[in-house]
């Protein structure tokens, strides 16, 4: 058997142009170079780019999260936002301290928990449509995917309404160390997180004495075998649903209905059958996912496919690509919300240990937002000015969704 290190391959480079192209037409060249090769070299390490690859690096737990490294490559040293190695989020654990927290949080993101919201989901998609419906024009951008995830976070939480906004700001500025210009703005971050911190710790101990059908009180009551969760632990879990859940959904959903509008048949598919919302989620994550893949990095020296990964070595399992793999996805180039799903499961969501913890939520939260979209929106169509989040954000999205539709009338009050 011949073994080759990965810095000694014969294999492509990723064209730094590529980053600048539109998301079709990066996606296209990128789908174009998987045909070629499983792995290409990039800008910070190696891109693995076919379906199987994908999976295979995912589900192997010597490849750890790239998130504990974030701060570390933005040239970030504070270490108040370096965080405590001993003490990590659960986005970035590993190992016995990833196993513990997940196996005592799962019941508090199970199915069952992100159900108890669909009525309040549905309530705050109508409230959104309802000051637009009657004019047949908006940004879907700034009048519903911004505001959004923020009700529903907060409800999950058992925040009040009239603290909404603040969580809004903690959301947008904890964001913010994923921005190019992080260095400019760690004053603003370490603000946001120091507050949210000395909210959250009030929270649960009012939680404490007064349990709640929340998913906070969930946190504080989940136990296995004597073990639960301390406070700094619900304070992570409290950011970390904050982080994971805001910015991924906003911009999941403008993606969403921007694929459907220039699918008008299935549009209206999903407006008269609106029982396909499920099929009609899976297919938008597959199709056109706001996270176009994330990154691992080698915890040692690993072998895969002869080949050998030095410890330390980052790569960047693509998603996107791996969601357009013909061999896993027959006609992975066509959008069909009708079509009998795959027997391979999509990406978008990640795989392996670290698959998406609020998945049920994210399911949940799309499920009752398009079809109220499609049936109150009909006839959609993208107007001028459609503008997209720079190429490289991590994130992707658009950044403002104008659209013209039939108008309808206002259901309910805006709440």
Same mark, same amino acid.
Request: glycine content about 6%; some cysteine.
């Given at each position: 058997?011949?073994?080759?290190? *990965?810095?000694?391959?014969?294999?492509?480079?990723?064209?730094?142009?590529?980053?600048?192209?539109?998301?079709?037409?990066?996606?296209?060249?990128?789908?174009?170079?998987?045909?070629?090769?499983?792995?290409?070299?990039?800008?910070?390490?190696?891109?693995?780019?076919? @379906?199987?690859?994908?999976?295979?690096?995912?589900?192997?737990?010597?490849?750890?999260?790239?998130?504990?490294?974030?701060?570390?490559?933005?040239?970030?040293?504070?270490?108040?936002?370096?965080?405590?190695?001993?003490?990590?989020?659960?986005?970035?654990?590993?190992?016995? *301290?990833?196993?513990?927290?997940?196996?005592?949080?799962?019941?508090?993101?199970?199915?069952?928990?992100?159900?108890?919201?669909?009525?309040?989901?549905?309530?705050?998609?109508?409230?959104?449509?309802?000051?637009?419906?009657?004019?047949?024009?908006?940004?879907?951008?700034?009048?519903?995917?911004?505001? @959004?995830?923020?009700?529903?976070?907060?409800?999950?939480?058992?925040?009040?309404?009239?603290?909404?906004?603040?969580?809004?700001?903690?959301?947008?500025?904890?964001?913010?160390?994923?921005?190019?210009?992080?260095?400019?703005?760690?004053?603003?971050?370490?603000?946001?997180?120091?507050?949210?911190?000395?909210?959250?710790?009030?929270?649960?101990?009012?939680?404490?004495?007064?349990?709640?059908?929340?998913?906070?009180?969930?946190?504080?009551?989940?136990?296995?075998?004597?073990?639960?969760?301390?406070?700094?632990?619900? *304070?992570?879990?409290?950011?970390?649903?904050?982080?994971?859940? +805001?910015?991924?959904?906003?911009?999941?959903?403008?993606?969403?209905?921007?694929?459907?509008?220039?699918?008008?048949?299935?549009?209206?598919?999903?407006?008269?059958?609106?029982?396909?919302?499920?099929?009609?989620?899976?297919?938008?994550?597959?199709?056109?996912?706001?996270?176009?893949? +994330?990154?691992?990095?080698?915890?040692?020296?690993?072998? @895969?496919?002869?080949?050998?990964?030095?410890?330390?070595?980052?790569?960047?399992?693509?998603?996107?690509?791996?969601?357009?793999?013909?061999?896993?996805?027959?006609?992975?180039?066509?959008?069909?919300?009708?079509?009998?799903?795959?027997?391979?499961?999509?990406?978008?969501?990640?795989?392996?240990?670290? @698959?998406?913890?609020?998945? =049920?939520?994210?399911?949940?939260?799309?499920?009752?937002?398009?079809?109220?979209?499609?049936?109150?929106?009909?006839?959609?169509?993208?107007?001028?000015?459609?503008? =997209?989040?720079?190429?490289?954000?991590?994130?992707?999205?658009?950044?403002?969704?104008?659209?013209?539709? +039939?108008?309808?009338?206002?259901?309910?009050?805006?709440?």
């Amino acid at each position: 058997m011949s073994i080759t290190a *990965v810095g000694d391959l014969d294999i492509p480079t990723i064209d730094p142009a590529t980053m600048t192209l539109s998301h079709r037409d990066a996606l296209d060249s990128m789908v174009r170079l998987a045909d070629e090769t499983w792995i290409a070299k990039g800008l910070f390490g190696y891109a693995i780019l076919g @379906y199987d690859d994908i999976t295979a690096v995912l589900r192997d737990k010597r490849w750890h999260s790239a998130s504990s490294r974030v701060a570390e490559m933005r040239g970030i040293t504070d270490p108040e936002l370096l965080g405590d190695p001993d003490k990590p989020s659960i986005l970035a654990a590993e190992g016995d *301290v990833h196993t513990r927290l997940r196996r005592l949080v799962a019941k508090a993101f199970s199915p069952k928990s992100a159900d108890r919201l669909r009525p309040f989901m549905r309530e705050v998609v109508n409230g959104l449509v309802d000051p637009v419906a009657e004019s047949g024009r908006a940004d879907i951008v700034a009048d519903v995917c911004e505001p @959004y995830p923020i009700p529903i976070i907060c409800e999950l939480l058992g925040a009040p309404k009239e603290d909404w906004q603040l969580f809004s700001r903690w959301a947008e500025d904890s964001l913010r160390i994923f921005n190019a210009t992080v260095l400019d703005e760690l004053d603003i971050i370490k603000l946001a997180r120091a507050e949210l911190t000395e909210y959250s710790l009030q929270m649960i101990s009012e939680r404490r004495n007064d349990p709640r059908d929340d998913l906070l009180t969930d946190l504080i009551a989940a136990e296995e075998d004597g073990d639960k969760l301390d406070a700094e632990e619900l *304070v992570m879990m409290v950011n970390a649903v904050i982080i994971g859940g +805001t910015d991924t959904t906003r911009n999941q959903l403008g993606c969403s209905v921007a694929v459907f509008a220039e699918h008008p048949d299935q549009w209206k598919l999903l407006a008269d059958e609106p029982d396909l919302a499920p099929r009609a989620v899976e297919e938008a994550l597959r199709h056109f996912g706001a996270i176009r893949g +994330t990154g691992r990095f080698a915890s040692e020296d690993i072998m @895969y496919r002869d080949v050998l990964f030095p410890a330390g070595t980052f790569v960047f399992p693509s998603t996107s690509t791996g969601n357009r793999d013909q061999s896993r996805f027959p006609g992975a180039e066509l959008f069909d919300i009708g079509k009998e799903p795959a027997a391979s499961p999509h990406l978008a969501l990640g795989s392996g240990i670290h @698959y998406c913890l609020g998945a =049920w939520l994210a399911r949940a939260e799309l499920q009752e937002a398009l079809p109220i979209l499609a049936r109150r929106m009909p006839d959609i169509a993208l107007a001028e000015g459609v503008r =997209w989040k720079p190429p490289g954000t991590a994130i992707f999205g658009p950044d403002k969704l104008p659209v013209t539709f +039939t108008p309808t009338r206002a259901e309910v009050d805006t709440f």
